[in-house]
């Protein structure tokens, strides 16, 4: 695998925190309506895409709310 120049638990520490760092989710935030519920090609699909999330009015977000009975 790899040669450990330094002592035992020094090279288990740095195996751990890459591990670590590694499995991290990646997850990116949702801010906007066009990674939901739209297609968008031009900066003002994506600003209408935008104002919509942030005024809660994304189709895919609505339907998933009123089926649970959140308003």
């Known amino acids: 695998m790899f040669t450990c120049i330094v002592s035992k638990k020094a090279c288990l520490l740095f195996l751990f925190l890459t591990l670590s760092i590694l499995s991290l989710p990646t997850s990116s ?29 994304c189709a895919a977000l609505s339907a998933a709310a009123s089926a649970s009975g959140i308003r």
């Open 29 to 57: 935030q949702t801010d906007n309506c066009c990674s939901i519920d739209r297609q968008c090609n031009t900066d003002e699909q994506w600003i209408r895409g935008w104002w919509a999330f942030r005024n809660n009015q």
